[in-house]
């Protein structure tokens, strides 16, 4: 029986991980909520490592958030993101765990890299300022896991997913990221009759979206690739994996089709005037398909699943 450690099980992420990993015979899925294991706390960790004799880690623990709260806590970000992996990795080292999986985050690119935007654009330009912090510990976490395997044989791999959506999304309406943003608000005025709904900038520019369980499943996968395989297509000091779909849409494009999904038949109306962002966000994902991974959730099936997911659990997200 393989003993399975998921940091950040109650996550997006992770607790999709922890439905797919469920599912599997021999396989026994390890957590510990924050009351139960602050992973801020060196000792505690190490001790969960050396009571637990775990086989493999899932490292989806992170201090997250949007735009305002990087901005506005960026001390903590840094600080905890890095604690959390440190203590994880070096911890599960300690304890003779050799397989472990970093998920990071595709805003470890540069700023102004070239699209679509391929692993070895790591570390060739000036980061995004506003989350800065949170994407140095992510490249950190991912030269951590590299470190490791160079000096001690491990095998510990990083996936950088792109855009994520869906269940145990955040649809706070303050501080959600534009999907769970966009199905709350057509579902918002669906029910209070409006007739219509203005949605923020031009919808002009292109984003890429990746369902969490695909998410998970591409975790899964990437995990227990034999290691002849992940060898020939990573590099020891360029070994993160991309995870998307490496398709993308306007912004125009997914609020039209959230609109449908959702059922709101008013007007649209894009301000022009609000900020747009960067023109686009697409993730090269050759590197996961030549090692034998897809996607499989198209996006209106995907938003139609999130917004039933909503639906039935909306009465957590009132204010």
């Given at each position: 029986m393989k003993k399975i450690f998921v940091a950040g099980h109650r996550g997006m992420v992770g607790s999709a991980i922890v439905?797919?990993?469920?599912?599997?015979?021999?396989?026994?899925?390890?957590?510990?909520?924050?009351?139960?294991?602050?992973?801020?706390?060196?000792?505690?960790?190490?001790?969960?490592?050396?009571?637990?004799?775990?086989?493999?880690?899932?490292?989806?623990?992170?201090?997250?958030?949007?735009?305002?709260?990087?901005?506005?806590?960026?001390?903590?970000?840094?600080?905890?993101?890095?604690?959390?992996?440190?203590n994880i990795i070096h911890s599960a080292h300690l304890a003779g765990v050799q397989d472990l999986l970093f998920l990071g985050?595709?805003?470890?690119?540069?700023?102004?890299?070239?699209?679509?935007?391929?692993?070895?654009?790591?570390?060739?330009?000036?980061?995004?300022?506003?989350?800065?912090?949170?994407?140095?510990?992510?490249?950190?976490?991912?030269?951590?896991?590299?470190?490791?395997?160079?000096?001690?044989?491990?095998?510990?791999?990083?996936?950088?997913?792109?855009?994520?959506?869906?269940?145990?999304?955040?649809?706070?309406?303050?501080?959600?990221?534009?999907?769970?943003?966009?199905?709350?608000?057509?579902?918002?005025?669906?029910?209070?009759?409006?007739?219509?709904?203005v949605a923020w900038g031009s919808g002009k520019p292109m984003r890429e979206f990746l369902h969490v369980d695909d998410m998970?499943?591409?975790?899964?996968?990437?995990?227990?690739?034999?290691?002849?395989?992940?060898?020939?297509?990573?590099?020891?000091?360029?070994?993160?994996?991309?995870?998307?779909?490496?398709?993308?849409?306007?912004?125009?494009?997914?609020?039209?089709?959230?609109?449908?999904?959702?059922?709101?038949?008013?007007?649209?109306?894009?301000?022009?005037?609000?900020?747009?962002?960067?023109?686009?966000?697409?993730?090269?994902?050759?590197?996961?398909?030549?090692?034998?991974?897809?996607?499989?959730?198209?996006?209106?099936?995907?938003?139609?699943?999130?917004?039933?997911?909503?639906?039935?659990?909306?009465?957590?997200?009132?204010?």
């Amino acid at each position: 029986m393989k003993k399975i450690f998921v940091a950040g099980h109650r996550g997006m992420v992770g607790s999709a991980i922890v439905r797919q990993l469920s599912e599997q015979a021999n396989v026994t899925v390890v957590t510990r909520s924050r009351e139960e294991l602050n992973l801020l706390d060196q000792q505690a960790v190490q001790a969960f490592f050396v009571a637990e004799q775990i086989d493999q880690v899932y490292l989806a623990a992170a201090k997250v958030g949007g735009i305002v709260a990087n901005n506005t806590y960026p001390a903590e970000f840094i600080y905890e993101n890095l604690t959390i992996q440190n203590n994880i990795i070096h911890s599960a080292h300690l304890a003779g765990v050799q397989d472990l999986l970093f998920l990071g985050s595709s805003c470890i690119y540069p700023k102004l890299a070239e699209q679509p935007m391929i692993e070895s654009a790591l570390l060739t330009g000036t980061l995004e300022p506003t989350n800065e912090p949170y994407a140095i510990a992510k490249i950190a976490g991912i030269k951590m896991c590299e470190s490791y395997n160079r000096q001690y044989g491990r095998n510990y791999r990083s996936v950088m997913p792109t855009n994520l959506y869906g269940e145990n999304d955040n649809f706070h309406p303050e501080n959600s990221h534009v999907i769970p943003a966009l199905l709350r608000r057509f579902h918002e005025a669906k029910i209070n009759g409006d007739s219509k709904v203005v949605a923020w900038g031009s919808g002009k520019p292109m984003r890429e979206f990746l369902h969490v369980d695909d998410m998970a499943a591409a975790s899964i996968y990437v995990m227990n690739l034999d290691e002849a395989t992940y060898q020939a297509n990573t590099q020891p000091m360029l070994s993160h994996i991309n995870v998307g779909t490496g398709v993308d849409c306007t912004i125009r494009k997914l609020v039209v089709t959230v609109a449908k999904v959702v059922g709101f038949t008013g007007e649209i109306e894009f301000d022009s005037t609000k900020p747009d962002g960067a023109p686009r966000k697409l993730m090269d994902v050759s590197r996961l398909k030549d090692l034998g991974w897809t996607y499989s959730i198209d996006l209106e099936a995907g938003l139609t699943s999130t917004y039933e997911w909503f639906l039935a659990n909306q009465d957590n997200f009132r204010k």
